[in-house]
């Protein structure tokens, strides 16, 4: 076969760049001249193949913060131990006791039957209007209260809170007032288990090694983790607790997940708009404040939402000299009381194939203290490996690739937290 004899056109036709081509080239479909295609030339791919899923899905900094709590079961349950001491309620009206100089006054006071756990004789108590009575006794739900020397008892609604001041003891008494045993919640969840793989046939597999133009094999692997990593994410924030019955008709345990334990536990929750957000969340943080003073919170929210704080705590004082060339409205914490609290942006919220679409304007506030990833003992809590093949003396031609894991959740004390649904 003798060679190609030609003469060079425009271009270096009927050969040039024009017809310079990879097989497979995109430029052969978008060209009005026909290009050729060649297989003489190898096709331009980067070896990298580009990550395009936003940084910030990768930051699941609080799942892992934190080391994990081991336990022997697939359920673990944990208890609470509560404040101690609650208010109690009136269930009836009462006559107000008018004041006799050198006397204490008596009045019963009906109370609803969950303060009946609550009081004890010898009891001081706290009427609404700040005035302060003891119990010398308890009959059904009905409870005697005396006055302090000279002064008079007001009248009682139903529905009145008296708060609990203290126990008082006088000298020389023969009998103990106040008995109480420390009460505990109990509060219980699963662990769930993960799994997510790729099968790659013998040949197939090596055509990649033998040939591969990218760094496909290792992005794969590398992508079934980061997926792993998200199903934790998700379950750890939205997860509700219970059985499915799976595609093979076994049973599996499902993990409650950050907020939905908070609706059952009945944790504070508003829905405020804009213009409300900074009262509203003001309010929800002093009636959720049970850390130390100082303790610091962590608000969780997408980008957009968190700039809505900025907006209300920085913005409108902030002043600029003529030299600024940088607008910095970032608000990375807020000191409010002796409270702290921390913005934490969460922009996996936004991604619909993970969160529903409540959650781009969602805003939850944590304690994270009291909160720990569970595990099951002996058992690592993220693993992966591969099946053997004909090589490894099993009967199939093929590998499954594996990463699996396993995630619980304790919360304790869910009602320390809130959230808002921003309108």
């Known amino acids: 076969m003798s060679n190609t ?3 060079p056109g425009l271009g270096n036709l009927p050969f040039g760049n024009q017809n310079t081509n990879p097989q497979g080239a995109f430029y052969t479909g978008d060209s ?4 050729v295609e060649t297989n003489l030339i190898q096709k331009a791919i980067r070896e990298a193949i580009f990550d395009a899923a936003p940084a910030q899905f990768n930051s699941l900094k609080l799942l892992f913060a934190k080391p994990f709590i081991e336990v022997n079961l697939d359920e673990h349950e944990y208890l609470e131990s509560t404040f101690g001491r609650s208010p109690i309620e009136a269930a009836a009206i009462a006559a107000a006791q008018a004041a006799v100089p050198g006397a204490n006054q008596t009045q019963n006071i009906t109370l609803t039957a969950a303060s009946l756990a609550r009081v004890s004789r010898d009891l001081i108590i706290i009427y609404p209007d700040g005035t302060h009575a003891v119990i010398v006794a308890i009959a059904g739900n009905v409870i005697t209260v005396n006055s302090l020397t000279n002064e008079g008892l007001p009248a009682v609604a139903v529905g009145d809170i008296f708060a ?3 126990t008082i003891r006088s000298d020389g008494m023969d009998y103990f007032s106040t008995y109480e045993r420390l009460d505990t919640v109990t509060r219980y969840n699963y662990i769930q288990f993960y799994l997510r793989a790729r099968r790659w046939a013998k040949v197939e597999l090596q055509k990649y090694y033998n040939s591969g133009t990218t760094n496909y094999i290792e992005r794969d692997k590398a992508e079934k983790l980061k997926q792993l990593r998200i199903d934790f994410f998700n379950s750890f924030w939205n997860g509700v607790r219970g059985e499915y019955v799976i595609s093979n008709g076994y049973s599996a345990k499902a993990m409650g ?3 939905p334990t908070m609706q059952t536990a009945g944790s504070a929750s508003a829905n405020p708009t804009l213009a409300g957000l900074q009262s509203t969340f ?5 009636a959720t404040n049970f850390k130390t003073e100082g303790g610091t919170r962590m608000i969780y929210g997408t980008d957009e939402v968190l700039n809505e704080f900025s907006k209300i705590y920085k913005q409108p004082g902030l002043r ?3 030299d600024n060339e940088t607008a910095k409205l970032n608000l990375k914490r807020i000191e409010l009381g002796s409270m702290n609290f921390v913005l934490v942006p969460c922009e996996l919220w936004r991604e619909e194939s993970c969160f529903e679409s409540s959650w781009q304007r969602r805003v939850i506030v944590l304690d994270t203290d009291t909160i ?3 595990k099951m003992k002996g058992i690592p809590a993220l693993e992966m490996g591969q099946t053997g093949d004909l090589t490894k003396g099993f009967y199939q031609d093929f590998t499954d690739w594996w990463v699996r894991g396993q995630l619980g959740l304790e919360f304790n004390n869910p ?7 921003i309108q």
């Open 415 to 421: 009602v320390g937290s809130f959230s808002m649904d």
């Open 5 to 7: 004899v030609y003469a």
């Open 257 to 259: 997940g950050i907020y």
């Open 282 to 286: 003001e309010a929800l943080a002093f």
């Open 320 to 322: 600029y000299t003529p």
């Open 164 to 166: 609990i001041q203290s």
């Open 32 to 35: 009005q001249f026909s290009p």
């Open 372 to 374: 720990s990833p569970v």
